[in-house]
């Protein structure tokens, strides 16, 4: 079955502290991986898509990064500014046409 | 551009009445799609389009939900009869072409559904 998990459920941060959100995947047929951020009350934000093991992709604090069968979205020194829900989503072929599965996010909270 | 626009915001109903909520997509994107966002099963994709054709529906939950595009800025997603168990923020994303599928999503600023 295609899975996506998604750990830890929520973090706790001081500002300043780096750490590291994972996103697990079993599919088949991976056509890419994607960091969305979600604020409260509003729709996910597109944050990296990943393509292959190896690559690697940066945004000011974050950087996300790949394998066949994790990702990781890396926070230095995060700033309470940083503070939401992140969503990772795979998309893969199956039946003949693109499909996308969402994880159930991590909530990150950043403190002063 | 004004991104995906969603209509209503809010939608309080009673079990039973049918309940319409409507997405206008970012101009030029062929793809439309929808979901569901619930505490405990998370974001989940119901349906989306591509030049206004379904694609895939193995998403909607039972045949009480209905979506259509009609024309390439404006869709709708139904539920009708509505249950207390559709309460959920529903929203609606685009995307432009990218070779044989899509990229990433825009999405809107949802729809959140109370049924009393």
């Known amino acids: 079955e295609d899975q996506v998990t998604q750990s830890p459920e929520a973090l706790r941060l001081q500002e300043g502290e780096s750490s590291s959100l994972n996103c697990s995947y079993t599919?088949?047929?991976?056509?890419?991986l994607f960091w969305y951020r979600q604020d409260p009350g509003k729709g996910p934000e597109f944050l990296f898509t990943l393509y292959s093991a190896g690559e690697e992709k940066e945004k000011e604090r974050l950087k996300a990064t790949l394998t066949k069968k994790e990702s990781f979205l890396h926070i230095t020194a995060p700033k309470p500014e940083d503070s939401a829900t992140y969503l990772c989503?795979?998309?893969?072929?199956?039946?003949?046409?693109?499909?996308?599965?969402f994880g159930t996010g991590t909530k990150l909270q950043v403190i002063p | 551009d004004a991104g995906v626009i969603q209509s209503p915001r809010h939608e309080v109903t009673e079990m039973g009445q049918e309940v319409t909520l409507r997405c206008k997509p970012i101009s030029g994107h062929d793809y439309l799609f929808w979901y569901r966002q619930t505490m405990m099963r998370g974001l989940e994709l119901l349906i989306y389009?591509?030049?206004?054709?379904?694609?895939?529906d193995s998403g909607m939950p039972e045949d009480r939900f209905s979506a259509k595009m009609p024309n390439a800025s404006f869709s709708t997603l139904k539920i009708q009869p509505s249950e207390p168990r559709d309460s959920a923020v529903y929203f609606c994303?685009?995307?432009?072409?990218?070779?044989?599928?899509?990229?990433?999503?825009?999405f809107g600023p949802g729809t959140r559904l109370t049924v009393l």
């Open positions: 599919v088949s047929g991976l056509r890419g």
């Open positions: 389009f591509n030049n206004n054709v379904p694609i895939d």
């Open positions: 989503a795979v998309q893969f072929y199956s039946g003949g046409y693109q499909k996308v599965t």
């Open positions: 994303a685009s995307s432009a072409v990218a070779g044989s599928g899509y990229n990433e999503q825009f």
